[in-house]
């Protein structure tokens, strides 16, 4: 079982940054594939980046933006977002799974989420 809690949300500008950070319990974080997804207002949740050992996959929407990395000794995973958009708004998910993998499928195990508002 792992137990994730993001932190990291705020309220920021159009063109600010921000960084999400997801902890994880756990001694066998360095397996599990690592991810981030974020849902909208009155939309689906989506893809937003993932991690494997060293690969890593990111949506079309938020390539050259957004960085996603992490610290095995900490069990913590990053997400590094820049110029964000109003259209980023959203609540950002951690996500795990036990495959090594970056793929935006098969995850297991969520966290409670994180409030991400982009003002114009």
Known sequence: QVQLVESGGG???A?????LSCAASG????N???GW?????GKDREFVAAIATISTNYADSVKGRFAISRDNAKNTVYLQMNQLKPEDTAVYYCAAK?????AP???????QGTQVTVSS
């Open 11 to 13: 309220l920021v500008q």
């Open 27 to 30: 001694r066998t974080f360095s």
């Open 32 to 34: 599990y594939g690592m």
């Open 37 to 41: 997804f974020r849902q909208a207002p």
């Open 15 to 19: 063109g600010g940054s921000l960084r």
């Open 98 to 102: 036990s495959a090594m993998s970056a």
């Open 105 to 111: 499928i098969g995850y297991q195990y969520w966290g």
